[in-house]
C-alpha cells in the first residue's frame, strides 16, 4: 500500500469516502432491486389471485341461488311469482357471466386457468340450454313433478360439473397463492442476508479504512504535534523520524526535521559567540568597556536576527 501513502492527502480522504459511497450504492441497488421483486410477486398476490379467489367464491354463491331460485319456481302456482322469480334468474345469470368473465380478465396469462375457465363456459352454456328448454318450460306448463324430475336430474349433474369445475379454479388459485406466499418470504429473507452481509462488509470496510488513515496520517500529525511542543519547551534534542513519503504529511515531517537542524545551529552559532564574549571579558578583566561593549551590540544583532 505505498503508492497508497503517497497520494495527496485530499485523494486519500477521497478514495476512503469514495469506498463508502460505493457500498452505499450497493446496498441501494440491492434494496431496490429486492423492492421490486417483492412488489411484483405481491402485486400478483392481491391484484390477481386474490380478487380472483374472491370471484370464484362468489361464482359458487351464484351458481347455489340459482338452485334455490329454480326450487322455488317448481314450488309455487302463482304466475305473477313464476315471472317475478324468472326475473331474479336472469340478472343472476347476467352476474355469473359478470364473474366469469372476471376469470378470463384475471388468469388470462395462465394457461391452466384458461381451460378450467372455457371448460366452466361450455358447461355453463349447456346448463342454461337445458334449463331454459325443460326445466323453466315445464314449470310454466305446470308440469312441476316432470320438471322437479328434469331439475333433480340432468339438471343436477350439470350443476354438480361447474361446482366440480371451480373447485378446481379454487384448488389452483390456493396453490398460486400458497406459492407467492412463499417465494414473498424467501425473497425477504433472501434481502435480509444480502443486507447483513453487506452491512457487515461495510462496517469492516469503514472501520479498517478509518483505522488506516488513523494511522497513516493522524498518528504522525499527533507525533509531530508531540515534538513541536517539546521544542517550544527548550528541548532541541529530540529526534524527528525519518519518512519516505511523498505526501502532505512526509512534506510536513521533512520541513519540521530541516526547521530543527536549523535551530539547533542557530542555538549552537549563539552559544559559540557567548563563548567568545565570555572568554573576551575573562581576558580584558573588566578594563577596556568599549570592546565589551562591541562584544555585547553584536550578540543583540545576532539574537535579533534569528529572531530567538
Known amino acids: 500500500m505505498k503508492w497508497f501513502v503517497n497520494i495527496s492527502t485530499k485523494s486519500k480522504l477521497f478514495f476512503g469516502f469514495g469506498v463508502m459511497i460505493l457500498l452505499i450504492i450497493i446496498v441501494s441497488i440491492t434494496a431496490y432491486t429486492s423492492i421490486a421483486g417483492l412488489h411484483k410477486t405481491l402485486v400478483k398476490l392481491f391484484e390477481v389471485e386474490v380478487p380472483l379467489s374472491l370471484e370464484i367464491v362468489k361464482s359458487r354463491t351464484a351458481m347455489g341461488m340459482e338452485r334455490m331460485i329454480l326450487a322455488r319456481m317448481i314450488e309455487t302456482d302463482k304466475k305473477s311469482d313464476l315471472d317475478f322469480l324468472n326475473r331474479d334468474l336472469k340478472e343472476n345469470d347476467k352476474e355469473i357471466e359478470v364473474k366469469i368473465n372476471k376469470f378470463t380478465e384475471l388468469g388470462g396469462n395462465n394457461q391452466n386457468y384458461m381451460e ?9 352454456k349447456e346448463f342454461i340450454n337445458s334449463r331454459d328448454a325443460h326445466t323453466v318450460p315445464l314449470i310454466y306448463a305446470g308440469k312441476n313433478n316432470e320438471a322437479r324430475k328434469y331439475f333433480f336430474g340432468t339438471q ?44 457487515i462488509i461495510g462496517i469492516v470496510a469503514g472501520i479498517v479504512m478509518v483505522s488506516y488513515l488513523t494511522l497513516i496520517i493522524a498518528n504522525p500529525l499527533k ?35 530541516m526547521m530543527l537542524e536549523s535551530q539547533k545551529m542557530m542555538t549552537k552559532e549563539i552559544t559559540d559567540v557567548v563563548d567568545v564574549l565570555a572568554e573576551n571579558m575573562a581576558s ?15 550578540l543583540k544583532g545576532l539574537i535579533e536576527q534569528y529572531k530567538i
Do not use: C, W
Not at 167 to 188: C, H, P
Not at 237 to 254: C, I, K, N, W, Y
Open 156 to 199: 343436477f349433474q350439470h350443476y354438480e360439473k361447474m361446482l366440480d369445475i371451480t373447485a378446481n379454479l379454487s384448488k389452483l388459485s390456493e396453490q398460486a397463492d400458497k406459492i407467492l406466499i412463499q417465494t414473498s418470504g424467501q425473497k425477504v429473507k433472501e434481502a435480509f442476508f444480502v443486507f447483513v452481509v453487506i452491512g
Open 116 to 124: 378450467l375457465i372455457n371448460q366452466l363456459s361450455a358447461k355453463r
Open 284 to 298: 580584558q578583566t573588566g578594563t577596556d568597556t568599549k570592546n565589551v561593549n562591541s562584544m555585547a551590540q553584536k
Open 223 to 257: 507525533q509531530i504535534s508531540g515534538i513541536a511542543e517539546q521544542i517550544a519547551y527548550g528541548d532541541l534534542t529530540v529526534h524527528v523520524p525519518s519518512m519516505q513519503r511523498t505526501d502532505e504529511v512526509g512534506a510536513l515531517v521533512m520541513s519540521f526535521g
